[in-house]
């Protein structure tokens, strides 16, 4: 089992960066693809990114493609998301998930995927 904690939202403006972490427990981090998703008010919860075990493959929701970037470093037991650009639209509560299977770009962005989940960390973007 791993836990999970997510780290480093806040309140930014539009245009603005934030850096998320999700630390995780465990000495089998890197058997888990990792993966991001946001739940804003009245919706539902949605995919952002996932990263393969290794760190090799990468997979984005349109929405976030060219502004957002998950690296992890299993060295840390460490996931971490990169936001830049952050629109109003951004905002919402974010979650990392572990998945103990391996990457598959047709399961990533399903939520039912990830085995472990964090408690999420709240982004704000004002306009």
């Known amino acids: 089992q791993v836990q999970l904690v997510e780290s480093g939202g806040g309140l930014v403006q539009a245009g603005g960066s934030l850096r998320l972490s999700c630390a995780a427990s465990?000495?089998?981090?890197?058997?888990?693809?990792m993966g991001w998703f946001r739940q804003a008010p009245g919706k539902e919860r949605e995919f952002v990114a996932a990263?393969?075990?290794?760190?090799?493959?990468?997979h984005y929701a349109d929405s976030v493609k060219g502004r957002f970037t998950i690296s992890r470093d299993n060295a840390k037991n460490t996931v971490y998301l990169q936001m830049n650009n952050l629109k109003p639209e951004d905002t919402a509560v974010y979650y990392c998930?572990?998945?103990?299977?391996?990457?598959?770009?047709?399961?990533?962005?399903?939520?039912?995927?990830?085995?472990?989940w964090g408690q999420g960390t709240q982004v704000t973007v004002s306009s």
């Open positions: 998930a572990a998945d103990r299977a391996p990457f598959l770009a047709d399961t990533a962005a399903a939520p039912t995927q990830y085995d472990y």
């Open positions: 465990g000495r089998t981090f890197s058997s888990y693809t």
């Open positions: 990263i393969s075990r290794s760190g090799v493959i990468t």
